[in-house]
């Protein structure tokens, strides 16, 4: 639970007495949480309590909202609150994007939400209801949970160098949308993305034969299409190029995504339909933004 400390101006004094007060009515002193906006113009919150503080009233109002109600009048969603099955279904794909994109503005902000991670464990015990799937690269400067400052069973995380897709993915996907009900497929890409700028230098020659990785074929190999479809630069096509390699980068998110589409009838089903999205987007090292495709 989490309380939101409000002042009431003394015109107000009646709404305080009737124990139910309105965002319209409320002279807010500091601003709400981002979760609970100029947006919510009629969230109705219960009453914890007030008391009288130099002619005005000062009211301890816990934000602790039936869930569905919000949901429904705003389709706002709660960045602290433990998804769960009804807040999942509830949740539209514009709805979890916003979250995720006000996650990030947090995590750039250096204002990330206070959890009790303790309290999350046990309230995802019994199960969890994600609401997206992010497959990102494995590079450690870009974990979906932290650059999005979303909490335990907000999300699901498959990582692979280049976020290039799999089977393995793939069916991990499938899972995370067609059983468990994620209605959002995120593609991470990022800056100064190793497995790109390999993919770029090895362009023309053998990549385990150049590398003596056995297995770097396989991540270069999809990625280079990529590199072949960015064709605006003629001259400096290294990785030392970095707004070169940003472009490939951005193009291959969006190949990812075709692929998806093109390999797993169950995601190109969803994704044609209203109640779902598959978006890509590109992480940038330099300064934590997520940049939107």
């Known amino acids: 639970m989490r309380n939101v400390r409000l002042e009431l101006l003394p015109s107000q004094k009646k709404c305080a007495e009737n124990h139910t007060v309105t965002h319209s009515t409320l002279d807010v002193k500091p601003a709400l949480p981002a979760f609970l906006d100029q947006n919510f113009a009629r969230v109705r919150l219960t009453l914890g309590g007030f008391r009288l503080i130099s002619r005005q009233f000062t009211l301890v109002l816990s934000v602790t909202t039936i869930k569905s109600n919000l949901m429904s009048s705003t389709n706002v969603i709660d960045p602290v609150q433990v998804v769960t099955k009804d807040i999942q279904k509830e949740a539209s794909p514009e709805s979890i994007l916003a979250l995720l994109r006000a996650g990030n503005q947090r995590f750039r902000d250096n204002n990330r939400v206070a959890r009790k991670n ?19 690269c494995m590079d450690s400067r870009v974990g979906p949970e ?27 996907m499938e899972y995370g949308c067609g059983v468990a009900g994620s209605k959002v497929v995120i593609v991470i890409g990022h800056t100064r993305c190793g497995a ?29 299409r990529a590199v072949d479809q960015e064709t605006s630069e003629s001259d400096d096509r290294s990785s030392k190029n970095e707004d070169f390699a940003i472009r490939v980068t951005e193009l291959n998110v969006l190949q990812t995504i075709k692929d998806i589409r093109a390999k797993s009838p ?28």
């Open 266 to 293: 169950v995601i190109d089903k969803l994704a044609s339909g209203d109640d779902f999205e598959i978006v890509g987007a590109v992480y940038d090292v330099r300064n934590g933004e997520v940049k939107f495709l």
């Open 196 to 224: 790109v700028n390999a993919t770029i230098d090895l362009m023309g020659k053998d990549a385990k034969e150049a590398t003596g990785l056995d297995n770097i074929a396989s991540i270069t190999g999809p990625i280079s």
């Open 118 to 136: 303790s309290d999350d464990v046990a309230a995802t015990t019994g199960g969890q209801a994600p609401l997206a799937v992010a497959l990102a």
């Open 146 to 172: 932290a650059i999005f400052d979303v909490g335990i069973g907000d999300i699901f995380s498959i990582r692979v160098a280049g976020n290039i897709v799999s089977p393995e993915a793939l069916g991990s």
